[in-house]
Protein backbone atom coordinates (compact mmCIF):
# COMPACT_ATOMS: atom_id res chain seq x y z
CA UNK A 1 0.00 0.00 0.00
CA UNK A 2 1.55 3.59 -0.94
CA UNK A 3 1.86 6.06 1.58
CA UNK A 4 -0.76 8.06 -0.11
CA UNK A 5 -3.36 5.03 -0.19
CA UNK A 6 -2.22 4.51 3.39
CA UNK A 7 -3.24 8.07 4.87
CA UNK A 8 -6.77 7.61 2.85
CA UNK A 9 -7.54 4.85 4.19
CA UNK A 10 -10.42 5.37 7.12
CA UNK A 11 -10.37 2.01 9.32
CA UNK A 12 -13.74 1.41 11.22
CA UNK A 13 -12.08 1.88 14.31
CA UNK A 14 -10.63 5.57 13.45
CA UNK A 15 -14.24 6.11 12.24
CA UNK A 16 -15.87 5.54 15.56
CA UNK A 17 -13.47 7.25 17.44
CA UNK A 18 -14.07 9.94 15.33
CA UNK A 19 -17.05 11.08 16.27
CA UNK A 20 -17.39 14.75 16.57
CA UNK A 21 -17.38 15.22 12.40
CA UNK A 22 -18.32 11.16 11.33
CA UNK A 23 -21.45 12.39 10.06
CA UNK A 24 -20.98 15.76 8.85
CA UNK A 25 -20.91 14.33 5.24
CA UNK A 26 -24.00 12.81 4.86
CA UNK A 27 -26.53 13.84 8.41
CA UNK A 28 -28.55 16.65 7.69
CA UNK A 29 -31.15 17.56 10.70
CA UNK A 30 -34.43 16.03 10.39
CA UNK A 31 -37.55 17.74 11.01
CA UNK A 32 -38.12 16.00 14.42
CA UNK A 33 -35.06 18.22 15.75
CA UNK A 34 -35.97 21.64 14.33
CA UNK A 35 -37.86 24.02 16.22
CA UNK A 36 -40.91 26.13 15.26
CA UNK A 37 -44.22 25.40 14.85
CA UNK A 38 -45.08 21.99 14.16
CA UNK A 39 -41.91 20.54 14.80
CA UNK A 40 -39.84 18.78 17.79
CA UNK A 41 -37.02 21.06 19.43
CA UNK A 42 -34.25 18.87 21.15
CA UNK A 43 -35.05 19.67 24.28
CA UNK A 44 -38.41 18.30 24.19
CA UNK A 45 -39.17 14.05 23.66
CA UNK A 46 -39.26 11.83 20.42
CA UNK A 47 -42.39 10.24 19.02
CA UNK A 48 -41.36 6.48 18.68
CA UNK A 49 -43.46 3.60 17.74
CA UNK A 50 -42.52 -0.02 18.12
CA UNK A 51 -42.83 -2.75 15.64
CA UNK A 52 -43.27 -5.97 17.63
CA UNK A 53 -43.39 -5.32 21.23
CA UNK A 54 -43.62 -8.20 23.12
CA UNK A 55 -40.86 -10.31 24.57
CA UNK A 56 -37.56 -8.20 23.41
CA UNK A 57 -40.09 -5.39 22.03
CA UNK A 58 -41.23 -4.53 25.43
CA UNK A 59 -37.69 -4.22 27.20
CA UNK A 60 -36.98 -2.10 23.94
CA UNK A 61 -40.05 -0.05 24.27
CA UNK A 62 -39.33 0.17 28.45
CA UNK A 63 -35.84 1.65 28.31
CA UNK A 64 -37.46 5.00 25.99
CA UNK A 65 -40.52 5.28 27.76
CA UNK A 66 -39.81 8.44 29.04
CA UNK A 67 -39.94 9.46 25.25
CA UNK A 68 -43.70 9.58 23.79
CA UNK A 69 -44.96 6.28 22.67
CA UNK A 70 -47.23 7.27 20.08
CA UNK A 71 -47.68 4.17 18.54
CA UNK A 72 -47.44 0.15 19.06
CA UNK A 73 -47.52 -2.89 16.50
CA UNK A 74 -47.70 -6.21 17.34
CA UNK A 75 -49.40 -9.61 15.12
CA UNK A 76 -49.56 -11.22 18.71
CA UNK A 77 -52.05 -9.17 20.69
CA UNK A 78 -51.78 -11.83 23.78
CA UNK A 79 -47.91 -11.53 23.76
CA UNK A 80 -47.91 -7.49 23.50
CA UNK A 81 -50.97 -7.44 26.06
CA UNK A 82 -48.93 -5.92 28.93
CA UNK A 83 -46.79 -3.77 26.91
CA UNK A 84 -50.56 -1.83 25.08
CA UNK A 85 -51.45 -1.68 28.66
CA UNK A 86 -48.28 0.29 29.74
CA UNK A 87 -48.96 3.12 26.97
CA UNK A 88 -52.96 3.39 26.51
CA UNK A 89 -52.60 6.96 24.73
CA UNK A 90 -50.60 4.91 22.12
CA UNK A 91 -52.29 4.12 18.74
CA UNK A 92 -52.57 0.39 18.09
CA UNK A 93 -52.03 -2.12 15.19
CA UNK A 94 -51.29 -5.13 14.21
CA UNK A 95 -49.80 -4.58 10.72
CA UNK A 96 -46.85 -2.57 10.55
CA UNK A 97 -46.81 -1.03 7.08
CA UNK A 98 -50.41 0.82 8.08
CA UNK A 99 -49.30 1.38 10.90
CA UNK A 100 -46.39 4.00 9.58
CA UNK A 101 -48.76 5.03 6.43
CA UNK A 102 -51.24 6.38 8.75
CA UNK A 103 -49.25 7.48 11.24
CA UNK A 104 -46.20 9.50 9.07
CA UNK A 105 -46.54 12.68 10.85
CA UNK A 106 -46.64 11.52 13.86
CA UNK A 107 -43.44 9.28 14.25
CA UNK A 108 -40.22 10.32 14.69
CA UNK A 109 -38.18 7.39 15.29
CA UNK A 110 -39.25 3.79 15.30
CA UNK A 111 -37.82 0.27 17.51
CA UNK A 112 -37.89 -3.03 15.40
CA UNK A 113 -38.12 -6.00 17.57
CA UNK A 114 -39.77 -8.46 15.40
CA UNK A 115 -38.29 -12.14 14.63
CA UNK A 116 -35.47 -11.90 12.34
CA UNK A 117 -37.25 -12.53 8.85
CA UNK A 118 -39.08 -9.25 9.52
CA UNK A 119 -36.29 -6.95 10.27
CA UNK A 120 -35.15 -6.14 7.18
CA UNK A 121 -38.81 -5.13 5.59
CA UNK A 122 -39.84 -2.90 8.40
CA UNK A 123 -36.50 -1.24 9.30
CA UNK A 124 -36.22 -0.54 5.30
CA UNK A 125 -40.18 1.02 5.30
CA UNK A 126 -38.93 3.05 7.74
CA UNK A 127 -36.06 4.16 6.93
CA UNK A 128 -37.68 5.22 3.64
CA UNK A 129 -40.20 7.38 5.37
CA UNK A 130 -36.96 9.58 7.00
CA UNK A 131 -37.51 7.71 10.51
CA UNK A 132 -34.50 7.23 12.61
CA UNK A 133 -34.54 3.11 13.42
CA UNK A 134 -33.16 1.03 16.26
CA UNK A 135 -33.88 -2.53 15.09
CA UNK A 136 -33.06 -5.60 17.28
CA UNK A 137 -29.79 -7.67 16.27
CA UNK A 138 -29.25 -9.69 14.13
CA UNK A 139 -29.84 -6.59 11.96
CA UNK A 140 -31.18 -8.49 9.47
CA UNK A 141 -31.87 -12.30 8.27
CA UNK A 142 -30.08 -12.25 5.57
CA UNK A 143 -26.40 -11.22 4.02
CA UNK A 144 -28.09 -9.15 1.06
CA UNK A 145 -30.63 -7.38 3.13
CA UNK A 146 -27.67 -6.01 5.77
CA UNK A 147 -26.10 -4.73 2.76
CA UNK A 148 -29.03 -2.76 1.64
CA UNK A 149 -29.70 -1.59 5.33
CA UNK A 150 -26.47 -0.22 5.48
CA UNK A 151 -27.25 1.97 2.21
CA UNK A 152 -30.34 2.94 3.09
CA UNK A 153 -29.46 4.51 6.44
CA UNK A 154 -26.86 6.33 4.22
CA UNK A 155 -29.07 7.25 1.96
CA UNK A 156 -31.96 8.85 4.00
CA UNK A 157 -30.27 10.41 6.60
CA UNK A 158 -31.30 8.61 9.81
CA UNK A 159 -29.58 7.69 13.04
CA UNK A 160 -29.50 4.31 13.70
CA UNK A 161 -28.99 1.33 16.06
CA UNK A 162 -28.90 -2.39 16.13
CA UNK A 163 -29.56 -3.78 19.47
CA UNK A 164 -26.32 -5.11 20.51
CA UNK A 165 -26.26 -3.33 23.43
CA UNK A 166 -22.86 -4.37 25.05
CA UNK A 167 -21.59 -2.47 22.13
CA UNK A 168 -22.13 0.90 24.69
CA UNK A 169 -20.90 -0.52 27.62
CA UNK A 170 -17.54 -0.06 29.41
CA UNK A 171 -15.88 -3.71 28.74
CA UNK A 172 -15.57 -3.24 25.12
CA UNK A 173 -14.39 -0.39 25.11
CA UNK A 174 -12.09 -1.30 27.31
CA UNK A 175 -10.83 -4.38 25.27
CA UNK A 176 -10.43 -2.03 22.73
CA UNK A 177 -8.22 0.21 24.07
CA UNK A 178 -5.64 -2.61 26.01
CA UNK A 179 -5.66 -4.18 22.59
CA UNK A 180 -5.02 -1.03 20.69
CA UNK A 181 -2.09 -0.35 23.35
CA UNK A 182 -0.73 -3.71 23.22
CA UNK A 183 -1.34 -5.52 26.56
CA UNK A 184 -1.45 -8.73 24.93
CA UNK A 185 0.46 -8.03 21.22
CA UNK A 186 -0.26 -8.94 17.94
CA UNK A 187 -4.01 -10.97 17.88
CA UNK A 188 -3.82 -14.22 15.97
CA UNK A 189 -6.79 -16.39 17.62
CA UNK A 190 -10.25 -15.45 19.01
CA UNK A 191 -12.20 -18.11 20.51
CA UNK A 192 -16.06 -17.37 20.84
CA UNK A 193 -18.87 -19.35 22.61
CA UNK A 194 -22.16 -19.92 23.89
CA UNK A 195 -24.40 -22.36 25.38
CA UNK A 196 -26.99 -21.36 23.33
CA UNK A 197 -29.49 -23.28 21.65
CA UNK A 198 -31.68 -23.18 24.28
CA UNK A 199 -34.09 -23.90 22.11
CA UNK A 200 -35.34 -26.86 19.77
CA UNK A 201 -32.65 -27.41 16.30
CA UNK A 202 -32.19 -30.18 14.39
CA UNK A 203 -35.49 -30.53 13.84
CA UNK A 204 -38.38 -31.33 11.04
CA UNK A 205 -41.12 -29.35 10.27
CA UNK A 206 -44.10 -30.22 12.24
CA UNK A 207 -47.08 -32.08 10.31
CA UNK A 208 -49.75 -31.06 12.79
CA UNK A 209 -51.79 -28.04 11.96
CA UNK A 210 -53.85 -26.79 14.80
CA UNK A 211 -56.07 -23.86 14.53
CA UNK A 212 -54.23 -20.36 14.75
CA UNK A 213 -55.31 -18.65 18.16
CA UNK A 214 -57.85 -15.72 17.77
CA UNK A 215 -54.79 -13.57 19.34
CA UNK A 216 -52.56 -14.11 16.55
CA UNK A 217 -52.28 -12.67 12.70
CA UNK A 218 -50.66 -15.81 11.78
CA UNK A 219 -49.91 -13.96 7.60
CA UNK A 220 -48.74 -11.13 9.33
CA UNK A 221 -46.20 -12.85 11.66
CA UNK A 222 -45.18 -14.82 8.56
CA UNK A 223 -44.50 -11.15 6.60
CA UNK A 224 -42.09 -12.23 3.43
CA UNK A 225 -41.68 -16.04 4.85
CA UNK A 226 -42.92 -18.70 2.83
CA UNK A 227 -46.74 -19.94 3.80
CA UNK A 228 -46.54 -22.36 5.36
CA UNK A 229 -49.33 -23.97 8.44
CA UNK A 230 -49.68 -22.43 11.95
CA UNK A 231 -48.11 -24.71 14.44
CA UNK A 232 -46.89 -23.42 18.31
CA UNK A 233 -43.55 -25.05 17.17
CA UNK A 234 -42.85 -21.58 15.72
CA UNK A 235 -43.24 -18.84 18.00
CA UNK A 236 -43.36 -17.24 20.41
CA UNK A 237 -39.34 -17.33 21.22
CA UNK A 238 -38.33 -21.06 19.00
CA UNK A 239 -38.49 -19.51 15.88
CA UNK A 240 -34.36 -18.53 16.27
CA UNK A 241 -34.13 -22.06 15.12
CA UNK A 242 -35.84 -22.35 11.83
CA UNK A 243 -34.17 -20.70 8.89
CA UNK A 244 -37.24 -19.35 7.42
CA UNK A 245 -37.95 -17.21 10.34
CA UNK A 246 -34.21 -16.91 12.34
CA UNK A 247 -30.40 -17.10 12.69
CA UNK A 248 -29.66 -19.57 15.20
CA UNK A 249 -27.34 -19.69 18.15
CA UNK A 250 -25.22 -17.90 15.92
CA UNK A 251 -27.40 -15.21 15.06
CA UNK A 252 -28.30 -14.95 18.19
CA UNK A 253 -25.55 -14.58 20.30
CA UNK A 254 -22.73 -13.77 17.78
CA UNK A 255 -23.46 -9.67 17.83
CA UNK A 256 -23.13 -9.69 21.24
CA UNK A 257 -20.44 -12.06 22.02
CA UNK A 258 -18.17 -11.42 18.97
CA UNK A 259 -18.63 -8.04 18.80
CA UNK A 260 -15.51 -6.80 21.13
CA UNK A 261 -12.98 -8.84 18.13
CA UNK A 262 -15.24 -7.45 15.79
CA UNK A 263 -14.48 -3.67 16.65
CA UNK A 264 -11.01 -4.15 18.79
CA UNK A 265 -9.73 -5.63 15.69
CA UNK A 266 -11.23 -4.01 13.22
CA UNK A 267 -11.72 -7.11 11.33
CA UNK A 268 -14.30 -6.50 8.21
CA UNK A 269 -14.99 -9.27 6.26
CA UNK A 270 -13.36 -12.82 6.38
CA UNK A 271 -11.50 -14.24 3.27
CA UNK A 272 -13.15 -18.15 4.31
CA UNK A 273 -15.30 -19.15 6.68
CA UNK A 274 -15.54 -23.52 7.35
CA UNK A 275 -18.39 -24.66 9.49
CA UNK A 276 -18.30 -28.43 10.95
CA UNK A 277 -21.90 -29.09 12.58
CA UNK A 278 -23.64 -31.86 13.39
CA UNK A 279 -26.79 -33.01 10.91
CA UNK A 280 -27.80 -29.84 9.13
CA UNK A 281 -31.70 -30.27 7.12
CA UNK A 282 -33.76 -27.65 5.51
CA UNK A 283 -35.68 -26.77 7.74
CA UNK A 284 -33.77 -26.07 11.47
CA UNK A 285 -30.30 -24.80 12.42
CA UNK A 286 -27.99 -28.00 13.90
CA UNK A 287 -27.67 -28.77 17.80
CA UNK A 288 -24.14 -27.64 17.39
CA UNK A 289 -21.53 -26.16 15.58
CA UNK A 290 -18.09 -24.75 15.06
CA UNK A 291 -17.57 -22.03 12.70
CA UNK A 292 -13.41 -21.02 11.62
CA UNK A 293 -13.63 -17.51 10.44
CA UNK A 294 -10.24 -16.29 8.34
CA UNK A 295 -9.81 -12.59 8.02
CA UNK A 296 -6.28 -11.07 6.39
CA UNK A 297 -4.29 -8.76 7.32
CA UNK A 298 -5.61 -5.68 8.69
CA UNK A 299 -3.45 -2.35 9.34
CA UNK A 300 -0.81 -3.17 11.97
CA UNK A 301 -2.70 -5.93 12.58
CA UNK A 302 -1.88 -9.56 11.15
CA UNK A 303 -3.93 -12.09 10.19
CA UNK A 304 -6.51 -13.78 12.10
CA UNK A 305 -8.78 -16.75 12.82
CA UNK A 306 -11.87 -16.63 14.78
CA UNK A 307 -13.39 -19.42 15.37
CA UNK A 308 -16.75 -19.49 17.39
CA UNK A 309 -18.61 -22.45 19.42
CA UNK A 310 -22.26 -23.03 20.08
CA UNK A 311 -24.56 -26.25 21.49
CA UNK A 312 -22.73 -26.70 24.37
CA UNK A 313 -19.33 -26.60 22.80
CA UNK A 314 -16.73 -24.68 24.23
CA UNK A 315 -12.73 -24.07 23.24
CA UNK A 316 -10.02 -25.61 24.96
CA UNK A 317 -9.33 -24.29 28.34
CA UNK A 318 -6.19 -22.25 28.82
CA UNK A 319 -3.95 -23.31 30.41
CA UNK A 320 -3.15 -19.69 32.16
CA UNK A 321 -6.67 -19.90 33.36
CA UNK A 322 -6.15 -20.59 37.46
CA UNK A 323 -8.31 -23.01 38.99
CA UNK A 324 -11.75 -22.35 39.88
CA UNK A 325 -12.12 -20.11 37.48
CA UNK A 326 -15.23 -21.32 34.54
CA UNK A 327 -15.38 -20.21 31.06
CA UNK A 328 -19.06 -19.66 31.67
CA UNK A 329 -22.09 -20.18 29.12
CA UNK A 330 -20.68 -17.46 27.08
CA UNK A 331 -17.69 -15.68 26.32
CA UNK A 332 -15.14 -14.48 24.55
CA UNK A 333 -10.85 -15.55 24.10
CA UNK A 334 -8.37 -13.39 22.61
CA UNK A 335 -4.79 -15.37 21.92
CA UNK A 336 -1.71 -12.64 21.62
CA UNK A 337 1.43 -13.22 21.04
CA UNK A 338 2.62 -11.75 24.62
CA UNK A 339 -1.02 -12.64 26.42
CA UNK A 340 -4.43 -13.80 26.72
CA UNK A 341 -7.29 -11.98 27.21
CA UNK A 342 -10.85 -12.66 28.37
CA UNK A 343 -14.45 -11.92 28.70
CA UNK A 344 -17.92 -12.54 28.70
CA UNK A 345 -21.15 -12.27 27.09
CA UNK A 346 -21.18 -8.47 26.04
CA UNK A 347 -17.32 -8.19 26.82
CA UNK A 348 -18.33 -7.54 30.47
CA UNK A 349 -15.38 -8.19 33.06
CA UNK A 350 -12.48 -8.06 30.85
CA UNK A 351 -9.12 -9.18 32.34
CA UNK A 352 -6.18 -10.58 31.11
CA UNK A 353 -4.85 -14.08 32.28
CA UNK A 354 -4.00 -15.38 35.13
CA UNK A 355 -5.11 -12.42 37.24
CA UNK A 356 -1.59 -11.54 38.14
CA UNK A 357 -1.12 -10.68 34.28
CA UNK A 358 -3.78 -8.36 34.90
CA UNK A 359 -2.63 -7.13 38.21
CA UNK A 360 0.54 -5.97 36.17
CA UNK A 361 -1.04 -4.28 33.93
CA UNK A 362 -3.63 -2.39 35.49
CA UNK A 363 -1.09 0.47 36.88
CA UNK A 364 -0.27 0.87 33.15
CA UNK A 365 -3.38 0.73 31.39
CA UNK A 366 -4.24 3.85 28.70
CA UNK A 367 -6.29 6.84 28.47
CA UNK A 368 -9.83 5.74 27.88
CA UNK A 369 -9.98 7.68 24.15
CA UNK A 370 -13.12 5.91 23.27
CA UNK A 371 -16.35 8.19 24.27
CA UNK A 372 -18.08 6.69 27.07
CA UNK A 373 -21.88 6.93 26.58
CA UNK A 374 -25.06 6.41 28.89
CA UNK A 375 -27.12 3.53 28.03
CA UNK A 376 -27.80 1.75 24.68
CA UNK A 377 -31.07 3.36 23.96
CA UNK A 378 -30.13 6.44 25.12
CA UNK A 379 -27.81 7.26 22.90
CA UNK A 380 -29.61 6.53 20.07
CA UNK A 381 -32.64 9.00 21.71
CA UNK A 382 -29.52 11.38 22.06
CA UNK A 383 -28.56 11.27 18.59
CA UNK A 384 -32.50 11.24 16.88
CA UNK A 385 -32.38 14.90 18.75
CA UNK A 386 -29.17 16.12 18.28
CA UNK A 387 -29.00 15.23 14.42
CA UNK A 388 -25.12 14.40 14.64
CA UNK A 389 -22.77 11.82 16.27
CA UNK A 390 -24.38 9.06 15.27
CA UNK A 391 -24.18 5.73 18.25
CA UNK A 392 -21.45 3.51 17.67
CA UNK A 393 -23.99 0.38 16.70
CA UNK A 394 -25.08 2.31 13.96
CA UNK A 395 -26.08 0.54 10.78
CA UNK A 396 -22.56 1.60 9.09
CA UNK A 397 -20.72 -0.48 11.80
CA UNK A 398 -23.67 -2.86 12.50
CA UNK A 399 -24.96 -3.63 8.45
CA UNK A 400 -21.06 -4.88 7.63
CA UNK A 401 -20.80 -6.61 11.32
CA UNK A 402 -24.13 -8.42 10.61
CA UNK A 403 -22.83 -9.86 7.07
CA UNK A 404 -20.12 -11.26 8.99
CA UNK A 405 -22.02 -12.78 11.53
CA UNK A 406 -24.41 -14.48 9.02
CA UNK A 407 -21.55 -15.88 6.54
CA UNK A 408 -20.82 -18.57 9.44
CA UNK A 409 -24.65 -19.67 8.66
CA UNK A 410 -24.08 -19.91 4.99
CA UNK A 411 -20.96 -22.02 5.52
CA UNK A 412 -22.86 -24.22 8.20
CA UNK A 413 -25.41 -24.27 4.95
CA UNK A 414 -22.35 -25.39 2.56
CA UNK A 415 -21.05 -27.97 4.58
CA UNK A 416 -17.66 -27.04 2.86
CA UNK A 417 -14.93 -24.42 3.33
CA UNK A 418 -16.44 -21.07 1.40
CA UNK A 419 -13.76 -18.36 0.19
CA UNK A 420 -15.55 -15.40 0.25
CA UNK A 421 -15.80 -11.95 -1.87
CA UNK A 422 -17.09 -8.94 0.45
CA UNK A 423 -17.14 -6.23 -1.89
CA UNK A 424 -19.14 -8.20 -4.59
CA UNK A 425 -20.94 -10.17 -1.52
CA UNK A 426 -20.70 -14.02 -3.04
CA UNK A 427 -18.65 -17.34 -2.31
CA UNK A 428 -16.31 -17.34 -5.36
CA UNK A 429 -15.55 -21.35 -4.94
CA UNK A 430 -19.30 -23.16 -4.24
CA UNK A 431 -21.18 -21.20 -6.36
CA UNK A 432 -24.79 -22.62 -5.62
CA UNK A 433 -24.68 -21.35 -1.94
CA UNK A 434 -24.87 -18.17 -3.29
CA UNK A 435 -28.58 -18.58 -3.41
CA UNK A 436 -28.79 -18.15 0.30
CA UNK A 437 -26.73 -14.37 0.20
CA UNK A 438 -30.62 -13.54 -0.84
CA UNK A 439 -33.97 -14.95 -0.12
CA UNK A 440 -37.05 -14.53 -2.13
CA UNK A 441 -40.06 -12.24 -0.22
CA UNK A 442 -43.41 -13.77 -0.37
CA UNK A 443 -46.03 -12.14 -2.53
CA UNK A 444 -47.12 -8.65 -1.35
CA UNK A 445 -44.01 -7.79 1.08
CA UNK A 446 -40.65 -5.90 -0.29
CA UNK A 447 -37.41 -4.68 0.86
Not at 22 to 48: D, H, M, Q, W
Not at 157 to 185: F, P
Not at 391 to 402: I, V
Request: hydrophobic letters at 35%; aromatic letters at 10%; one cysteine or more.
Amino acid sequence: MSQSENKNRISRRNFLLSTAGSVAAFTIVPRSVLGGPGNTPPCEKLNIAGIGVGGRGAGDIGAVANENIVALCDVDEKKAAETFKKFPEAKKYNDFRIMLEKEEKDIDAVIVATPDHVHAPASMMAMKMGKHVYCEKPLTHSIYEARELTKAARKYKVMTQMGNQGHSGEGIRLICEWIWDGAIGPVREVHAWTNRPIWPQGIDRPEETPPVPETLKWDLWLGPAPQRPYNPAYLPFTWRGWWDFGAGALGDMGCHIIDPAYWALDLGWPRSVKAVATNVNSETFPKASVIEYEFGARAGMPPVKLTWYDGELKPTRPPELETGRKLGDNGLIFVGDKGKLMCGTYGNHPRLIPETKMQEYAPHQPEKTIPRVQGHHQDWVRACKEGKNPPSSNFEYAGPFTETVLLGNLAVRAGRKIYWDGPNMKCTNYHEINQYVRREYREGWTL
